[in-house]
């Protein structure tokens, strides 16, 4: 028999299990605040609504072995999208929907071997916006999230701002040929690469010059627009970072535009975004989200219905990077109700009874002590807090 978890897969403890249920139970309150309604899309799907019409990678999923193309879920939202598009269809628009689950990833471990990745999600979905109205209330609802979060100076939030709209005015001058090659190398950051790309130096010259800029919102649209002239998506990113802005100044959130930013899966169409704190060692993504009007036409939706934009929060690594820094909690001890030869496990389970009345975390103890000082001392070494309640009458 295994006595080890699958590759990738992890047992966690019960102080972790209580500390993810108390991460996703703030997040869901804020949702809820916001006219948001809870749905539980599936963990098997098709491959066909999992991979997103090709905008997830066939490798990115765990495939189960089934009489028709199963998986698990890598993420949620193309779930979600297509249970607003079938399901919940005759509903009116705006939708705002949340969920909360397990997610699945599939990748090569640095052996070489598969190994699958398992991960707590939250977050929302608001379908039927097709303007920029829809990222101004999933950003500030996001900002207001992870307000709940007790993130500290220390963790340096950013929150990084992009747009695919910003990609193709970067390769609108390039070869189609090329593109592609273009943009890998952008969202790799890969100067290397540029230098030797056989382009027009006017070219290579601009998009080096963007590579090398990131940072406000503001400065960076300036800049852009002296390299492209006016272009309707900066106007709407200046009206979102301004709206943004002293919400993020209230949360020391610092907003950073950058146009060769794309995510890892290419299911968006129009602003993307992430959210990045300073960890331990590396920095860690937190959130990441953004619009994806095509998924919500491939389900099958039309005209302004198909509008769709969303983010999750990852609350394996934001409770990992909370409790980097976090100090001991204080919480009323356990009590541990043990009785003697004069009592008895009836008796104890009244007295239990009691204690769960007044809130109180209580257990007992199944078999009966011979005298208080061996309760005692099995209080003392259970490896928890617990107040001894001694009942011998």
């Not at 779930?79 to 598009?85: L, N």
């Not at 503001?218 to 979102?240: E, H, I, N, T, W």
């Not at 899966?265 to 129009?270: D, H, K, R, S």
């Not at 257990?363 to 807090?385: K, N, V």
Request: aromatic fraction near 6%; hydrophobic fraction near 40%.
């Amino acid at each position: 028999m295994a006595l080890q978890p699958a590759a990738g897969a992890r047992d966690l403890n019960p102080r972790q299990v209580e500390n993810n249920r108390l991460l996703s139970e703030k997040l869901a309150a804020v949702y809820r605040q916001w006219g948001y309604d809870e749905v539980s899309p599936p963990r098997v799907e098709r491959l066909d609504t999992l991979q997103a019409g090709g905008a997830i990678a066939s490798g990115d999923v765990v495939r189960l072995v089934a009489d028709e193309p199963l998986g698990l879920r890598p993420e949620m939202t193309a779930s979600i999208a297509r249970a607003a598009c079938t399901r919940l269809a005759s509903r009116p628009r705006p939708l705002r929907l949340w969920a909360s689950g397990t997610v699945f990833q599939s990748r090569v471990a640095d052996e070489g071997g598969l190994c699958i990745e398992e991960n707590l999600q939250s977050g929302v979905e608001l379908f039927g916006v097709p303007d920029i109205a829809a990222e101004m209330e999933l950003l500030s609802l996001l900002l207001r999230s992870i307000a709940t979060l007790d993130l500290r100076a220390s963790h340096q939030p950013r929150l990084l701002l992009g747009h695919t709209q910003l990609m193709d005015l970067l390769l609108e001058a390039i070869d189609p040929g090329q593109r592609q090659q273009v943009r890998s190398a952008l969202i790799q950051f890969d100067r290397l690469t540029l230098e030797t790309l056989e382009i027009s130096a006017e070219d290579k010259s601009r998009l080096l010059d963007v590579l090398d800029s990131r940072g406000n919102p503001s400065q960076m649209l300036d800049k852009l627009k002296a390299l492209y002239g006016p272009q309707p998506v900066f106007d709407s990113l200046a009206r979102l970072s301004e709206q943004l802005g002293p919400l993020a100044q209230e949360l020391d959130v610092t907003l950073q535009l950058d146009p060769t930013f794309q995510p890892h899966y290419e299911l968006y169409t129009g602003l993307v975004f992430q959210l990045v704190c300073a960890g331990h060692s590396a920095p860690v993504v937190i959130a990441r989200g953004g619009r994806y009007d095509d998924l919500v036409r491939r389900c099958g939706a039309t005209g302004p219905r198909a509008a769709g934009a969303g983010f999750s929060l990852a609350i394996d690594p934001i409770r990992e990077l909370l409790s980097e820094e976090a100090p001991p909690e204080t919480q009323d001890p356990t009590i541990f109700v043990a009785y003697g030869p004069q009592s008895s496990l009836e008796a104890a389970l009244l007295r239990q009874q009691h204690w769960h009345q007044q809130g109180r975390r209580a257990l007992i103890g199944l078999d009966s002590f011979d005298q208080r000082s061996d309760a005692e001392r099995h209080a003392d070494t259970d490896g928890a807090s617990l107040q001894l309640d001694w009942l011998d009458l």
